[in-house]
Nanobody, 126 residues
Framework: QVQLVESGGGPVQAGDSLRLSCAAS????????MGWFRQAPGKEREFVAA????????YYADSVKGRFTTSRDNAKNTVYLQMNSLKPEDTAVYYC???????????????????WGQGTQVTVSS
């Protein structure tokens, strides 16, 4: 069983930055592709970013490309989401998720992830 715990969310102003962290309690963290998703009230959960097992490859939703950066530290069992130039439309609960060995055809699909964190709220005011 993998436990994922997100942290770093909070209220910010438009244009500010935040860094989310997701700590995993698992021995084989490097075996997981890690993804970030978000869900705003009344909307479906949407893909934000994903990072390969080694961290050498990253993928982003068009809506965050150029503003958000994901990275990972396999020695610390932690994945990060650096969010810059935040906009009110970025307001959502942010979730990290783990996909064992990167299985599945699309890392942007929530259905390919095996484990999820509890989420952390990010609120961006204008």
């Amino acid at each position: 069983q993998v436990q994922l715990v997100e942290s770093g969310g909070g209220p910010v102003q438009a244009g500010d930055s935040l860094r989310l962290s997701c700590a995993a309690s698992v021995r084989t963290f490097s075996g997981y592709v890690m993804g970030w998703f978000r869900q705003a009230p009344g909307k479906e959960r949407e893909f934000v970013a994903a990072i390969s097992r080694s961290g050498s490859s990253t993928y982003y939703a068009d809506s965050v490309k150029g503003r958000f950066t994901t990275s990972r530290d396999n020695a610390k069992n932690t994945v990060y989401l650096q969010m810059n130039s935040l906009k009110p439309e970025d307001t959502a609960v942010y979730y990290c998720a783990a996909n064992w060995l990167g299985a599945g055809s699309s890392w942007s699909s929530p259905s390919t992830y095996n484990y999820w964190g509890q989420g952390t709220q990010v609120t961006v005011s204008s």
